[in-house]
């Protein structure tokens, strides 16, 4: 009976402690809006690539950005689109962000700031530039994050 305990306890640990998929809460700032909206990002992690979901409530509608983490080439996948990576970084708080475009089309330039651990971080494009973040900041901050993306992002256009 103990060693069918034990053997009982080894398989739950194998199972929670290898699981791929994880849920964690978000809130997504808008340089428009001082007011987060509350998202729930769903990772899960295959061998070739991370998934990342992002899924938000409103109203009637629930509203997802799901996009892919292509380990071995090192871009971003959504849709149809793929986002190599650019020269840029963003380095809040000690943690080296990529910024990633697509080549598809320069008349409609998005940039996406993303670590595959923490997943996005932000999403600037044209009329609608988002902070993806897992703590709450207060406006002032919020501008300054926006600020220092926007540095970082220019220096590339400068080069």
């Known amino acids: 009976m103990r060693k069918l305990f034990i053997i009982l306890i080894f398989i739950?640990?194998?199972?929670?402690?290898?699981?791929?998929?994880?849920?964690?809460?978000?809130?997504?700032?808008?340089?428009?809006s001082d007011v987060?909206?509350?998202?729930?990002?769903?990772?899960?992690n295959e061998?070739?690539?991370v998934n990342f979901e992002y899924s938000y409530r409103k109203l009637d509608s629930l509203i997802k950005l799901d996009f892919k983490y292509l380990k071995e080439k090192d871009i971003l996948v959504i849709g149809l689109d793929t986002l190599n990576k650019i020269e840029s970084v963003f380095k809040p708080k000690n943690i080296m962000f990529n910024m990633y475009?697509?080549?598809?089309?320069?008349?409609?330039?998005?940039?996406?700031?993303?670590?595959?651990?923490?997943g996005l971080f932000a999403s600037l494009g044209f009329?609608?530039?988002?902070?993806?973040?897992?703590?709450?900041?207060?406006?002032l901050e919020k501008e300054n994050i926006f600020k220092g993306l926007f540095i970082e992002l220019?220096?590339?256009?400068?080069?």
Not at 12 to 32: A, Q
Not at 36 to 44: A, F, G, H, I, W
Not at 101 to 118: A, G, H, L, P, W
Request: charged share 25%; net charge positive; aromatic share 12%.
């Open 101 to 118: 475009q697509s080549n598809r089309n320069k008349d409609e330039v998005r940039t996406y700031v993303f670590n595959k651990e923490f």
């Open 47 to 49: 061998d070739a690539f």
């Open 127 to 139: 009329k609608s530039h988002q902070l993806f973040l897992k703590d709450s900041v207060n406006s």
């Open 12 to 32: 739950l640990v194998n199972i929670s402690c290898g699981k791929n998929e994880y849920n964690s809460p978000v809130l997504v700032y808008s340089m428009k």
């Open 154 to 159: 220019n220096k590339t256009f400068i080069k």
């Open 36 to 44: 987060p909206e509350s998202y729930l990002l769903n990772t899960k």
